[in-house]
């Protein structure tokens, strides 16, 4: 099963950011906590993460103390946890791992260790190797090994309160008290380095982006300046370039145009030739057409004659001479009228 999300609890920003960082890299879902009793608080109330990395040393309640508490619960004591801290010694890895803490990733981390603290993680879930959590946790609370009576005098099974082991135990208080008030201010001191460097960073981008704005403001108007000049020269060229390309055609039209004599005289003779051809034409047209209207006139009062003459013969054959005389009189007269006729229509 692949790694998912992870509680990140750290009290310094700056620590929270990086880690955070190399996480979502992986598109792993990352939620944060700025102290143990935050992280307790979260897993309460929330989702069980796949994974917490735990600040070892915090003000208030430290990351031992947080994974005892975390491994003393059963509904949380399955998750890993992985303790970021400067401690590199086997001693204190080993201390580590007595009271559930899964594996150690030494501050700052390196992203090839944690990549191979992940997938060392990931096997173990896929394979169901999970070391199990210690069946006994100590309280997050260290209990008093002594008893000491009003009076200092110790009990039968008492340790006695020694000079020595008062000021071993003040040393000891006052150095943790020392190491915890120290890790706070070092922490104020990352922090606020970190929100000034944040800050810085955020005005020198904003400088950065409103001169690199105003350079390309510049530099298009150099170009929109240098192309407008450079349009006109263009403009003005191709206007020259034309206006003479225009004055050599005006010149060679004016060489050329109209007709001259020897056109003219051409032209007069070609429609004189066509005049000449139309009228040839139409008098062997017209003299065509008068011959056909003769055979036609012709052929048609033959006809008239025959059938009046085949008529007069079938119904008057003894009719006298004279009849036949005047039948054939008003033949060749329609004879005549039709030539007459037809020489007239053609202008003959």
């Known amino acids: 099963m692949p790694i998912k999300n992870a509680l990140l609890v750290d009290d310094s920003k700056v620590a929270r950011f990086a880690l955070s960082k190399l996480l979502e890299s992986r598109d792993m879902e990352v939620n944060m906590a700025s102290s143990a009793e935050e992280a307790l608080d979260f897993l309460k109330n929330n989702g069980r993460p796949d994974v917490i990395f735990m600040d070892h040393l915090m003000p208030g309640m430290n990351g031992v103390e947080a ?62 190797t999970l070391p199990e959590p210690p069946a006994e946790v100590e309280s997050a609370e260290v209990e008093p090994k002594s008893e000491i009576n009003l009076n200092g005098h110790a009990g039968a ?19 943790t008290h020392i190491n915890n008030r120290l890790h706070e201010l070092l922490s104020d001191l990352f922090d606020e380095q970190y929100d000034h460097l944040k800050r810085a960073l955020d005005d020198s981008r904003s400088k950065q982006e409103a001169e690199l704005e105003e350079r390309l403001n510049t530099l298009t108007a150099m170009v929109d300046e240098r192309t407008r000049n450079l349009r006109d020269d263009v403009a003005a060229e191709v206007n020259i370039n034309l206006g003479r390309e225009l004055s050599a055609l005006k010149k060679e039209l004016s060489k050329t145009a109209g007709f001259t004599p020897d056109h003219l005289a051409e032209l007069k003779d070609h429609i004189t030739n066509v005049q000449t051809i139309d009228t040839e034409f139409w008098q062997t047209l017209q003299s065509e057409a008068i011959q056909q209207a003769h055979e036609i006139s012709r052929e048609t009062a033959e006809d008239i004659a025959q059938r009046t003459i085949d008529l007069y013969a079938s119904q008057q ?24 006729w037809l020489s007239g229509l053609f202008g003959v």
């Open 157 to 175: 099974d008492v340790v006695p309160l020694t000079s020595d082991l008062i000021e071993q135990i003040s040393r000891s208080a006052v150095k």
């Open 67 to 128: 994974t005892k508490a975390i491994k003393g619960n059963p509904d949380t004591a399955g998750i890993p946890i992985i303790m970021c801290t400067s401690k590199k010694s086997s001693d204190f890895t080993d201390e580590a791992r007595n009271f559930g803490i899964y594996s150690i990733l030494t501050k700052p981390p390196q992203t090839d260790r944690l990549e191979l603290a992940l997938q060392e993680l990931a096997n173990d879930v896929e394979h169901g």
């Open 317 to 340: 054959r003894s009719a006298n001479s004279r009849m036949y005389t005047l039948g054939l009189a008003v033949s060749l007269g329609i004879f005549s009228v039709g030539i007459a």
